[in-house]
C-alpha cells in the first residue's frame, strides 16, 4: 500500500533540471515550492550581516530543499547547483495537506526541518571564526564527505563547476585572497587545480586544517 507521500510524488510530481550554476531559489524569494533532490550536488548559501555570501551546505541526492517554506514566507538561504542538478518540485501546500494526513510523515518533516536549521546556525558560528584558510579547507572536506566518497580515498577529485575566483562569494573573502590561499596549498602540494576540478594530494592536511 502506498504511503500519502509516495501518491503525493506519483499524481504531483514535476521534474526540474539545472546546468551547473543555475538557481534553484534565491534568499528572500517567495517560498512556494520544497524540493527533492534527485541528482547531482547542490550549494547552500546566504549573506551575513555584511551582504557577502556565507556557505552553509551541500545537499546530495535524496534530500530535501527548501523545507523552511513550512514556515516562512520567504526563503532564508540561496540553493544553486554545483553539478548538472535534477529535482522534484512540491507546491508548500499540498505537503501541508499531507502533514495534516500522514503523522509519520509530519515527525520526519519536522524532524528534518529542526536538524537543517540547527546546521545552518551552528555554520554560520563556526565559520565565522576560521581564517580563510580554514574555511577553505572545511569546504572541501564537507565536499568530500556530501559526495559519499569512501575514508580510504586519499585523493579525492572534487567538482568545482564555477571559476575558482567565485569562490569568493561563498567564503566571505575577496577573489584575490581565495586564488592566493588556492596557490599556497597547490605549493604546498596539498591540492592540484584543474580547469573545473580540484584534486586534493593530501587528505589529511586538508582534515587537519579543517
Not at 1 to 20: D, F, G, V, W, Y
Not at 96 to 123: G, V, Y
Not at 137 to 151: D, G, Q, V
Amino acid at each position: 500500500m502506498k504511503t500519502a507521500l509516495e501518491n503525493l510524488l506519483s499524481t504531483q510530481r514535476e521534474e526540474i533540471t539545472l546546468a551547473p550554476r543555475d538557481f534553484l531559489y534565491q534568499e528572500g524569494q517567495a517560498a512556494r515550492y520544497i524540493y527533492c533532490l534527485e541528482e547531482g550536488t547542490v550549494f547552500i548559501f546566504k549573506k551575513n550581516t555584511r551582504g557577502q555570501n556565507l556557505w552553509l551546505n551541500f545537499s546530495q541526492p535524496g534530500q530535501i530543499l527548501g523545507l523552511i517554506a513550512l514556515k516562512k514566507t520567504n526563503y532564508g538561504h540561496s540553493a544553486q547547483a554545483l553539478s548538472p542538478v535534477k529535482v522534484l518540485r512540491l507546491e508548500v501546500a499540498k505537503i501541508r495537506d499531507l502533514l495534516h494526513q500522514d503523522m509519520q510523515f509530519r515527525l520526519q518533516i519536522m524532524t528534518e526541518l529542526s536538524r537543517q536549521i540547527s546546521l545552518n546556525e551552528d555554520k554560520g558560528i563556526s565559520l565565522h571564526n576560521k581564517t580563510l584558510r580554514q574555511r577553505i579547507a572545511r569546504m572541501f572536506l564537507e565536499l568530500i564527505r556530501s559526495l559519499e566518497l569512501p575514508e580510504y580515498t586519499e585523493n579525492p577529485t572534487l567538482p568545482i563547476c564555477c571559476p575558482f575566483h567565485e569562490l569568493a562569494d561563498f567564503l566571505g573573502a575577496s577573489p584575490q585572497k581565495v586564488d592566493k590561499t588556492l596557490e599556497d596549498l597547490v605549493n604546498e602540494g596539498i591540492i592540484r587545480k584543474d580547469e573545473d576540478r580540484i584534486r586534493v594530494l593530501n587528505r589529511r592536511a586538508i582534515e587537519a586544517l579543517a
